[in-house]
């Protein structure tokens, strides 16, 4: 039998259905697979008791012949979703050992179709970063590392790093992810896996912890683009509980897979060749607009005229939101308290203690840019800037565009404690995908090839508004081109 923890979530379906194994034994896999890569720290809490009992369900469903969608899948959970009776912590010593008496809608979908959870991955605190660095439990180590004898431990990109770390390093089938500014497109190019941001009202925010509510989408990241679809399928929905959440039905995104690109126009943002954009982003750019050509599609060249403006509006508008979703951790209600002399010192403790360097960074930028005299000139600019943003893409689609194509980050990995001195460094990370979560669209990243170090890098796709599906089709064109890309174990 071959690897259980190498089969795809499609693949491992067909073996479930013909009784080739169990959950249990899937589950056990993965489970082995989660103790054998600690040095990783994909995980910070694994479940093991609650997957067995999951997994032996399961499988008592499938016999059945009531396994449902992800019937027996075993399935990790950024640790931002909240797990009802399993700690879950944003990553953050604020919230300590807080165990919520309730499940987010998402994970709740996932396990209503069957899927079994094997643990909480890891992530930026609050879901804040772009290397899961800033998570109070250590960094995550990307399963990836440079050919040529440099052992140097690499970041997997964030903030959905432990979720993309353990996809890529088979440490569970599947896992959800979100993503504010790139969150789930970046850690997937990083580590050569699948991750989709839905459009925003996609899939519902109950039960998220909050970071930037008008930005935040929860999504898949999985091995192949197949296997997010069918995820997708499971964590999208309408929910009364999240009044942003959108009531459309859910389609069968796995079934838009292999359908015909002939026809569709590929637009390529001119405003995305980077100045000093490396040959080896350019090369893959190319490729996989060529790739797109050959499979019928017509590229064209489009303007996004204020794309420049989109980090650094990004940059005002996500912590502006932080620091007002933040303010409910105050010692009184979750997690961590520190105590002081008056109820004012006991927050300022609780809080100072509590959040990391990172954090402190964004409350404090976005309290300053919401206060009275400075709400006008940034806060305000920034809304503005953002609808100039969402009207390039509105004014590209108008002109008969199906989907635009570009990279899905300016570089591939960096290594831990690389890019830790300047923060503005660390944000450029984020340039190709911040733009899509302000415009509130759909962005698929998909793992297109490799730089001369060995390392993967993503393309990626952006779509029309609730156009997810357009998106696995031509995310799967670009699949089936360039391969698939799996880490060799060393861990
Ligand atoms: N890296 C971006 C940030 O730090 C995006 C994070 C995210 O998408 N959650 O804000």
Not at 374 to 397: G, M, P, S
Not at 412 to 434: C, H, Q, R, W
Request: contains cysteine; charged residues 20%.
């Amino acid at each position: 039998m071959t690897d259980l923890t190498s089969l795809t979530i499609a693949e491992a379906r067909v073996g479930l259905a013909n009784k080739s194994f169990t959950s249990l034994e899937l589950t056990d896999a993965h489970l082995q697979a989660i103790e054998g890569a600690r040095a990783l720290n994909a995980f910070v809490l694994s479940t093991p008791d609650q997957a067995r009992a999951m997994a032996r369900a399961a499988d008592a469903r499938i016999a059945k012949g009531e396994g449902g969608p992800l019937g027996g899948i075993p399935l990790g959970i950024k640790d931002l979703f909240a797990t009802r009776n399993v700690r879950t912590t944003a990553c953050s010593k604020n919230l300590g050992n807080f165990v919520p008496p309730y499940e987010s809608t998402v994970s709740s979908q996932l396990w209503r179709d069957g899927a079994v959870m094997l643990g909480k991955l890891n992530n930026d605190e609050f879901a804040m970063g772009s290397s899961n660095e800033t998570s109070c439990f250590g960094p995550v180590v990307n399963p990836w590392r440079r050919q040529g004898g440099e052992s140097a431990h690499l970041v997997p990109g964030g903030s959905s790093g432990g979720s993309a770390s353990a996809v890529a390093a088979l440490l569970c089938m599947g896992a959800t992810a979100t993503d504010t500014g790139g969150s789930i497109r970046q850690p997937a190019a990083f580590t050569a896996t699948v991750g989709m941001k839905p459009t925003y009202g996609r899939c519902s925010r109950w039960g998220i912890v909050a970071f930037a509510s008008s930005l935040d989408q929860a999504g898949p990241i999985a091995r192949s683009v197949r296997d997010a679809a069918i995820l997708m399928r499971s964590m999208a929905g309408h929910d009364p509980r999240d009044t942003t959440s959108v009531n459309r039905p859910v389609p069968d995104y796995e079934a838009s897979i292999g359908k015909s690109v002939k026809g569709m126009k590929i637009g390529i943002p001119k405003e995305y060749r980077l100045d000093g954009m490396s040959t080896e982003i350019e090369k893959l750019w190319r490729d996989g607009a060529n790739w797109l050509k050959v499979a019928g599609a017509e590229l064209v060249e489009v303007s996004l005229p204020h794309t420049k403006y989109a980090l650094p509006a990004y940059y005002i508008v996500a912590p502006a939101e932080a620091s007002s979703n933040l303010a409910r951790y105050d010692g009184v209600r979750y997690g961590l308290r520190v105590p002081g002399r008056s109820i004012s010192e006991m927050y300022e403790n609780t809080r100072a203690e509590g959040f990391g360097a990172e954090v402190r960074r964004r409350v404090m930028i976005g309290t300053y840019v919401l206060s009275a005299g400075y709400y006008d000139a940034y806060y305000l600019r920034a809304q503005k800037v953002r609808t100039l943003i969402k009207k390039d893409f509105e004014d590209c689609f108008a002109t008969g565009v199906t989907a635009i194509l570009t990279p899905a980050t300016p570089s591939s990995a960096f290594g831990i404690g690389e890019k830790g001195g300047d923060p503005i460094e660390m944000y450029l990370n984020d340039i190709f995908t911040v733009t899509v979560n302000m415009a509130g669209l759909p962005g698929i990243a998909v793992p297109a090839g490799k730089d001369r170090q060995a390392l993967p890098l993503g393309l990626q796709l952006i779509g029309r508004p609730f156009d997810e599906e357009t998106l696995f089709t031509l995310g799967e064109v670009i699949e089936q081109a360039a391969g698939r890309f799996t880490p060799e174990r060393w861990w």
